[in-house]
């Protein structure tokens, strides 16, 4: 959490130190991040907390106008914890995942405000560390390391609001699917498919020459 921290306040500074000369014009580069809804923190009972987050740079070109090529690196992170308490075992997780996905996104019109669809896929590898605690100080449970492979796309839109000519704010909803497949030295051969509808905000700065 604390390294995903810096990468956003890293992206942050350089809007303000590159954002000299941006439009959505063809040669020019954007570069920015999205910050996911699901930055939750949820309290389930008096024993069990779960924290999510996700952050993904993005960086791309304007191939033409409007029409913007790049990459982008979701980053996500979770935790779960439950309390010991009489008859229950205790449990921590934490899960993180790092993906690369070219994506394809396209700004209609030339007002402050535009309209744009998006879209991306690309792979990902998770991995997750659970460790447990038991009432009794004399059970002692191995702690359990889990890895898997993803495949995912994502297909939406949103609107870009641009408060000048070099920084955008957007607003963006879209369809995401994630193909979840467990690494060979894993003890799991369940694979699975997660998908839904996602929110997100992100900041852009477009830079020109």
Do not use: C, W
């Amino acid at each position: 959490m604390k390294n995903l921290k810096v990468i956003s306040i890293g992206f942050v500074l350089m809007f303000f130190v590159f954002a000299m000369h941006g439009q959505t014009e063809k040669g020019n580069v954007l570069i920015g991040g999205e910050a996911k809804q699901n930055f939750t923190f949820q309290q389930i009972d008096d024993h069990e907390k779960n924290t999510s987050g996700e952050f993904s740079p993005q960086i791309g070109i304007f191939v033409a106008d409007g029409l913007a090529l790049g990459v982008e690196l979701p980053i996500s992170y979770s935790t779960s914890k439950r309390e010991v308490s009489i008859g229950v075992v205790g449990f921590k997780s934490s899960s993180t995942l790092f993906a690369v996905t070219p994506f394809l996104r396209y700004y209609f019109g030339k007002s402050n405000i535009r309209p744009y669809l998006h879209g991306k896929a690309g792979l990902g590898s998770s991995k997750t560390e659970i460790t447990f605690e038991s009432f009794s100080t004399h059970v002692v449970i191995p702690p359990v390391y889990l890895a898997s492979r993803r495949f995912l796309y994502e297909i939406g839109g949103g609107l870009g609001i641009f408060l000048n000519d070099k920084i955008s704010l957007d607003f963006g909803v879209g369809f995401a699917s994630q193909s979840i497949i467990p690494d060979e030295d894993t003890n799991s051969n369940n694979s699975s498919i997660t998908s839904g509808l996602g929110f997100g905000i992100g900041i852009l700065a477009v830079l020109g020459s």
